[in-house]
Antibody, heavy 122, light 111 residues
Framework: QLQVQESGPGLVKPSETLSLTCAVS??????????WGWIRQPPGKGLEWIGT???????YYNPSLKSRVTVSVDTFKNQFSLKVRSVTAADTAVYYC??????????????WGQGTLVTVSS | QSVLTQPPSVSGAPGQRVTISCTGS?????????VHWYQQLPGTAPKLLIY???NRPSGVPDRFSGSKSGTSASLAITGLQAEDEADYYC???????????FGGGTKLTVL
């Protein structure tokens, strides 16, 4: 069964860059039937979509974060990554990676990682 | 302010039926994009509960059902159990944002 798992630093200083990686196991990130997404959840708040990538490298970003976010894919390592630049305390959240279905505009997020808490603090 | 609107909380006694609404607009649910529902137990990642408006993934009890009409969708839970106490989120696609949108979440309390 396909699984995803986030990894990365749990503490980032303000104005620096948050970097996370999502490892895919039990399947290939190069499958034509999946999209791969990042979603975050500030403490005590709801879910916010950050961005999505296809194995080919096509990316889609939340307009509210687009200027600071980059999502990339590494098909050789079977993983995809997230970078958020110039972070502030407002970027403190649990970050989830997830597998989306075949259609970018209508598919659900079928598999989620356990999430990783990233705190922005000096 | 979430693009999709959900009630902050709902409650019900064991065995009862509750519904959670998810209201959108003409650029998301009303445009025909599918609605999906997730259950988030305390301290855990969201889990897909309903996809494509009304379909249940394998392993999800048939006590959970989804529906969609116009610019809204609903999640119904029958035969409430203590283990259903969780946060529930709806999700769809918004053509104005060209991306996924989530509801603000609804906390279900089993009395």
């Amino acid at each position: 069964q396909l699984q995803v798992q986030e990894s990365g630093p749990g503490l980032v200083k303000p104005s620096e860059t948050l970097s996370l990686t999502c490892a895919v196991s039990g399947g290939s990130i190069s499958s034509t039937t999946y999209y791969w997404g990042w979603i975050r959840q500030p403490p005590g708040k709801g879910l916010e979509w950050i961005g999505t990538i296809y194995y080919s490298g096509s990316t889609y970003y939340n307009p509210s974060l687009k200027s600071r976010v980059t999502v990339s894919v590494d098909t050789f390592k079977n993983q995809f990554s997230l970078k958020v630049r110039s972070v502030t305390a407002a970027d403190t959240a649990v970050y989830y990676c997830a597998r989306q279905g075949y259609y970018y505009d209508s598919s659900a997020y079928y598999s989620w990682g356990q999430g990783t808490l990233v705190t922005v603090s000096s | 302010q979430s693009v999709l609107t959900q009630p902050p909380s709902v409650s019900g006694a064991p065995g009862q039926r509750v519904t959670i609404s998810c209201t959108g607009s003409s650029s998301n649910i009303g445009a025909g994009f599918d609605v999906h529902w997730y259950q988030q137990l305390p301290g855990t990642a969201p889990k897909l509960l309903i996809y494509g408006n009304l379909n249940r993934p394998s392993g999800v009890p048939d006590r959970f059902s989804g529906s969609k009409s116009g610019t809204s969708a609903s999640l119904a839970i029958t035969g409430l159990q203590a283990e259903d106490e969780a946060d529930y989120y709806c999700q769809s696609y918004d053509s104005s944002l060209s991306g996924s949108v989530f509801g603000g979440g609804t906390k279900l309390t089993v009395l």
